[in-house]
């Protein structure tokens, strides 16, 4: 079986690098709602959070520890812009199989996660939250 040959115009190129600039903006305003986090073991943490750019496999563990039981939602204002999730561990199912038609909103959750344990991490510095 041959190769389909890809033929694209400057127009085609054009209109997918618009396409993608509109989308990282979009994405920028989608906010991520968690009904609370489950704490992780502190060696656990350390552990993860010493991998000097920790991969997606990295913190995939993690972020399933952290959410175990917990509902999550993702929203834009105040529109919910995917049904609520919660994801239970005990069912086998590895929680970025709950996002194959929206990677890109796993993507925000694991960066959300790893900033809340960057958070845990970082000592309380006067003037901050």
Avoid: W
Wanted: charged content about 25%; overall charge negative.
């Amino acid at each position: 079986m041959a190769d389909t040959p890809i033929t694209i115009s400057p127009s085609d190129v054009d209109s997918i690098i618009n396409d993608y600039a509109k989308s990282k903006r979009e994405e920028a305003g989608i906010t991520v709602e968690l009904s609370g986090v489950n704490e992780l073991d502190p060696l656990v943490l350390l552990r993860v959070m010493s991998i000097k750019e920790p991969s997606v496999d990295d913190l995939a563990p993690a972020v399933e520890d952290m959410l175990n039981g917990r509902t999550i939602k993702f929203k834009q204002g105040d529109k919910d812009i995917y049904h609520p999730v919660t994801y239970n561990r005990g069912t086998g199912n590895r929680l970025h199989m709950m996002f194959t038609d929206a990677v890109y909103l796993y993507d925000i959750l694991q960066q959300t996660v790893y900033a809340l344990m960057l958070k845990k991490l970082t000592p309380h510095l006067e003037g901050s939250n």
